[in-house]
């Protein structure tokens, strides 16, 4: 069975940094793609970024790009993304989600999220 598991998202002030970290069980993540969404409350899921399965390529959306970047460990059958530079918009539940390429909108897999919260 495939899961994925999102850890890394707390509390922290605005300017502040946070790595979030997706592991996958059940499969190996070198066949896949990855996606960090996010859904702040009453709002819409959004994506975040991605990463192709090789991790050569790599998009953000506009509000992250400079301050997210989105790597993988094959090895260690992880994908990260580290936020740098956060602010109080960045607040939401992020997930991660495996599928086949980048934008193929067909996911094999979701985590169960992680809270982010910017403020202070």
């Known amino acids: 069975q495939l899961q994925l598991a999102e850890s890394g998202g707390g509390l922290v002030q605005p300017g502040g940094s946070l790595r979030l970290s997706c592991v996958a069980s059940?499969?190996?993540?070198?066949?896949?793609?990855i996606g960090w969404f996010r859904q702040a409350p009453g709002k819409e899921r959004e994506g975040v970024s991605c990463?192709?399965?090789?991790?050569?390529?790599?998009n953000y959306a506009d509000s992250v790009k400079g301050r997210f970047t989105i790597s993988r460990d094959n090895a260690k059958n992880t994908v990260y993304l580290q936020m740098n530079s956060l602010k109080p918009e960045d607040t939401a539940i992020y997930y991660c989600?495996?599928?086949?390429?980048?934008?193929?909108?067909?996911?094999?897999?979701w985590g169960q999220g992680t809270q982010v919260t910017v403020s202070g």
């Open positions: 059940g499969f190996t993540l070198d066949y896949y793609a």
């Open positions: 990463i192709n399965d090789s991790g050569a390529s790599t």
């Open positions: 989600a495996a599928e086949s390429f980048c934008g193929s909108m067909w996911y094999d897999a």
